[in-house]
């Protein structure tokens, strides 16, 4: 399966969930490569610098469609799971992944802006299911939340009206445990503390239902 986050935003947790979703696969035994898109390469350093014991997968850096075109599907052959982290503010390195992916995340903060952008983001997905024939399946997910916020009830109801790109139930809180972490050569998986085991867990929710989604 090829799975891919995108935002054409910057900030959006997008990096950090393609991450934290191959450490949630890893766990399970699949065989997993990460495609890092992003020109930031965010993701792919941030798996070269986990510690040694931390399980990772194969690392690919991508930045351009027609890479992106030709190598996408042979890495798919020889993987349970393909995790892209897609490039921000790149409309075409965009597009050309929802042209491959079977399954989208649509990281999004409870921001105007950010409110702003997602649309740019579900109406690409919407252009690829033209092409495509319905796919690929796509989720929005609320991330960097800080709860009872009137931003919070606001995002949530105009997310909830894109029914064709549903917004999931799980969210990913505002926590520091979750801005530090990258440079403690981990994932919130692998930390013992009470507060990344407890963001840990929200990202372990988000996952678990976006792929059992209507089961």
Known sequence: MITAFINLKGGSTKSSS?????????NKDKTVALVDADSQATSSTWINNLE???PRPQIYRLTEPDPLLDQ???????????????????????????LLADLVFIPIQPSAPDISASHQAIKAVSRARQIRS??????????RVVPKTLLLAE?????????????????????????????????????????????????????????????
């Not at 393609?18 to 949630?24: K, T």
């Not at 319905?134 to 991330?143: D, I, N, Q, R, V």
Request: net charge negative.
């Open 155 to 215: 995002a949530r109801e105009v997310l909830s009206a894109y029914k064709d790109v549903p917004l999931l139930k799980a969210e990913i809180p505002q926590r520091q445990v979750a801005a530090d972490v990258m440079g403690q050569g981990a994932t919130l998986f692998d930390l013992k503390t009470r507060s990344a085991k407890e963001v840990a867990n929200f990202y372990r929710q988000l996952f678990d239902e976006a792929f059992n989604y209507g089961s």
């Open 134 to 143: 319905g796919k690929p399946s796509a989720y929005t997910f609320l991330s």
């Open 72 to 98: 996408i599907p042979e890495i798919a052959s020889s993987a349970d799971y393909v995790v892209i982290d897609g490039a921000g503010g790149l409309a075409e390195v965009q597009r050309t992944i929802l």
């Open 18 to 26: 393609a991450v934290h979703l191959c450490r949630y696969l890893l």
């Open 52 to 54: 040694d014991h931390i």
